[in-house]
């Protein structure tokens, strides 16, 4: 069974930083390329970054310069260190995990950047 289960959303300030992890279990997670996306209320869900399994990555140019992603393969899990987060941040933060035309989506973890 194909789990992708992401924490560390929360409440931060303007300018404050998180970081998303996203544990993965039932996929041979190095082969996979591993995504972040956002939805935010009324808007539809957007790309904010990619890994491929290589480690070429990719970044919306919202959070450009100021987002990273990571893998760590040993133990199947993909970050999204996010710093001076902005209130246009706010949003369900989702994980995802594509091979070929195998797609696996997490439940998500909402991130609050409010003062």
């Known amino acids: 069974q194909v789990q992708l289960v992401e924490s560390g959303g929360g409440l931060v300030q303007p300018g404050g930083s998180l970081r998303l992890s996203c544990t993965t279990s039932g996929i041979a997670f190095s082969l996979y390329a591993m995504g972040w996306y956002r939805q935010a209320p009324g808007k539809q869900r957007e790309l904010v970054t990619t890994?491929?399994?290589?480690?070429?990555?990719n970044y919306a140019e919202s959070v450009k310069g100021r987002f990273t992603i990571s893998r760590d393969n040993g133990n199947s899990r993909v970050y999204l260190q996010m710093n001076s987060l902005k209130p246009e941040d706010t949003a369900v933060y989702y994980c995802?995990?594509?091979?070929?035309?195998?797609?696996?989506w997490g439940q998500g973890t909402q991130v609050t950047v409010s003062s």
């Open positions: 995802c995990a594509t091979l070929g035309i195998k797609n696996y």
């Open positions: 890994i491929t399994a290589g480690g070429s990555t």
